[in-house]
T-cell receptor, first 110, second 112 residues
Framework: ELKVEQNPLFLSMQEGKNYTIYCNYSTTSDRLYWYRQDPGKSLESLFVLLSNGAVKQEGRLMASLDTKARLSTLHITAAVHDLSATYFCASLPKDNDMRFGAGTRLTVKP | DAGITQSPRHKVTETGTPVTLRCHQTENHRYMYWYRQDPGHGLRLIHYSYGVKDTDKGEVSDGYSVSRSKTEDFLLTLESATSSQTSVYFC???????????FGAGTRLSVL
């Protein structure tokens, strides 16, 4: 069965701290996506990781992909309140068949 | 939201009634998708379309049908709504394959 597992599912952190969200997927996939969703809003694309070893950074967020371990990470550096949202990873085992993790609800507290 | 509009945004209906949700995109994307979002499951693909009148099933297609008569419009129909179809429904569009999908704002459907 195809599975995309994120952990933790809930994350409460202090401003200024660092943390990592993990995304494991069960089938071969050469592409991994990260999306952000604010409460009641749509999903916004953050990163597309295209190959093994890929690393992408945008502001305080950095995503990486290890296709051999079937693992992607989303690292948060010096968190700020504006990063509070739900973050989804998604694997693409075949074209058009995007499989999402359950999401990590991040709350950044002052 | 990349020119993707969903209607209605909220709907409450009764078990056994038909429901149609509409997705409209102005990006001229070839591919369009319908997902449902439930707590603990993330988003799950219901159906997608790869062109006018061309559709295919997704992971959770039972109880749903779709139609695409124009490039810009993709309809999701629940022929006889059940309480298990209470969910938030998202439409997305894109260039297909491995390309990024762009999402609409969602439709919250409650089946009582």
């Amino acid at each position: 069965e195809l599975k995309v597992e994120q952990n933790p599912l809930f994350l409460s952190m202090q401003e200024g701290k660092n943390y990592t969200i993990y995304c494991n997927y069960s089938t071969t996939s050469d592409r991994l996506y990260w999306y952000r969703q604010d409460p009641g809003k749509s999903l916004e694309s953050l990163f597309v990781l295209l190959s093994n070893g890929a690393v992408k950074q945008e502001g305080r967020l950095m995503a990486s992909l290890d296709t051999k371990a079937r693992l992607s990470t989303l690292h948060i550096t010096a968190a700020v309140h504006d990063l509070s949202a739900t973050y989804f990873c998604a694997s693409l085992p075949k074209d058009n068949d995007m499989r999402f993790g359950a999401g990590t609800r991040l709350t950044v507290k002052p | 939201d990349a020119g993707i509009t969903q209607s209605p945004r909220h709907k409450v209906t009764e078990t056994g009634t038909p429901v149609t949700l509409r997705c409209h995109q102005t990006e001229n994307h070839r591919y369009m998708y319908w997902y449902r979002q439930d707590p603990g499951h993330g988003l799950r693909l219901i159906h997608y379309s790869y062109g006018v009148k061309d559709t295919d099933k997704g992971e959770v297609s039972d109880g749903y049908s779709v139609s695409r008569s124009k490039t810009e419009d993709f309809l999701l129909t629940l022929e006889s709504a059940t309480s298990s179809q209470t969910s938030v429904y998202f439409c997305a569009s894109g260039w297909g394959g491995k390309n990024i999908q762009y999402f609409g704002a969602g439709t919250r459907l409650s089946v009582l």
